[in-house]
């Protein structure tokens, strides 16, 4: 709270979906921040999340720009209720559900994560030996078709596999083991 938010994403997944708007709710209480609930469970069931009255907004599928759209919107007080793959709940309680933002088919068009100013070296994941270490992606979606699988069935509603250019991928390693000392790369893909 010491600094004061305006906008709180939170990532959602369904094993912890309760601790998850217990956290939304904790957060809107400390600070009045926007609540916006973004990942696997917001995106398949965003009126649930919208439940809590302290989730203002669901950022649904691959959100990147959805996200970017909604605060330029809400920046510019602009009306935010048609925005494609957001789910907002009206002044009477109705829950809008709109349809997806087209995927990204250019992934080296995403800039890569803003990770200068903050404490990287506290960023470790556990699947990780070595720290520091910085988690990439080289790739979204998946070219299979499991139907027990959320990926291709709720987050990406298809089969959508697409893939970073190789160099775009070796550069990005490069500066985070230049800029941040990382000693292994962790890809979440």
């Known amino acids: 709270t010491a600094l004061k938010p305006q906008v709180v994403l939170l990532e959602t997944s369904t094993p912890s979906i309760h601790n998850d708007l217990a956290l939304a709710t904790a957060v809107k209480k400390a600070c009045g921040a926007i609540v916006i609930m973004a990942g696997t469970h917001a995106t398949a069931m965003p009126e649930e999340c919208l439940a809590v009255p302290e989730v203002d907004y669901v950022v649904r599928h691959e959100y990147d720009y959805v996200l970017k759209n909604l605060l330029d919107a809400l920046d510019q007080g602009a009306d935010v209720s048609a925005l ?91 500066y985070c083991v230049k800029t941040f000392g990382a000693k292994e790369i962790y890809f979440d893909d």
């Open 84 to 174: 494609p793959g957001l789910a907002l709940r009206s002044s009477d309680g109705t829950v809008t559900v709109n349809p997806a933002e087209p995927k990204i088919p250019d992934l080296d068009s995403i800039p890569w994560p803003m990770r200068e100013g903050l404490p990287m070296h506290k960023y470790n994941d556990p699947f990780c030996k070595h720290a520091p270490n910085v988690a990439m992606m080289a790739s979204r979606g998946c070219p299979y078709a499991c139907t027990f699988c959320v990926e291709p069935t709720v987050f990406y509603e298809a089969p959508n596999y697409r893939v970073r250019s190789p160099q775009s991928i070796v550069d990005e390693m490069e």
